[in-house]
T-cell receptor
């Protein structure tokens, strides 16, 4: 069974600092990996999708890397802003249609 | 098309009552998924439809739960004889092609009192 772990569970950073969020998974046989953002009491907003054949994806201030062989992905958020405060969820898709999620990285950016 | 829509946003019900949630996926998406999320946890898979066919079901989907997608468009998730442990956020997602990412809706928060 695929297990997904996100470290750290929670972090606070001052505005302007870069954020580094880590995701690890136990089975490297994945189809793709997706990072989501979730605001309190809300649904999930897709940030980046990385296919298993890709090493990274970028969108604006966000960059996600994937090292499938070691079972790791990292989400970088450059020059953090208070509006980046949210929970960030990593989800891996194994060969079936069931995404396996981590518990999330809860981020607070302090103005 | 503005995304995946879920209705209602919030539902409070008494234990033992039946509840039904609706999900409208992105119109061209033929794949539809239901997930459940409890506080402080990541979402957990419940079931998957391709068009109108329910192809996968989690063991989390007990016999009190039923999901349908009658015409391959919108889907409903019904919970019969609700229990306090059913309190959670119920999330719907859709996708188009095999390798596509998932687009989630805003969820339905269920509180069983």
């Amino acid at each position: 069974k695929q297990e997904v772990t996100q470290i750290p569970a929670a972090l606070s950073v001052p505005e302007g600092e870069n954020l580094v969020l880590n995701c690890s998974f136990t089975d490297s046989a994945i189809y793709n990996l997706q990072w989501f953002r979730q605001d309190p009491g809300k649904g999930l907003t897709s940030l980046l999708l990385i296919q298993s054949s890709q090493r990274e994806q970028t969108s604006g201030r966000l960059n996600a890397s994937l090292d499938k062989s070691s079972g790791r992905s990292t989400l970088y958020i450059a020059a953090s802003q208070p509006g980046d405060s949210a929970t960030y969820l990593c989800a891996v898709r194994p060969g079936n249609n069931r995404l396996a999620f981590g518990k999330g990285n809860q981020v607070v950016v302090i103005p | 098309d503005t995304g995946v829509s879920q209705d209602p946003r919030h539902k409070i019900t008494k234990r033992g009552q039946n509840v039904t949630f609706r999900c409208d996926p992105i119109s061209e998406h033929n794949r539809l998924y239901w997930y459940r999320q409890t506080l402080g946890q990541g979402p957990e898979f419940l079931t998957y439809f391709q068009n109108e066919a329910q192809l996968e079901k989690s063991r989390l989907l007990s016999d009190r739960f039923s999901a349908e997608r009658p015409k391959g468009s919108f889907s409903t998730l019904e919970i019969q004889r609700t229990e306090q442990g059913d309190s959670a956020m119920y999330l719907c997602a859709s996708s188009f092609l095999e390798g596509d990412g998932y687009t989630f809706g805003s969820g339905t928060r269920l509180t069983v009192v």
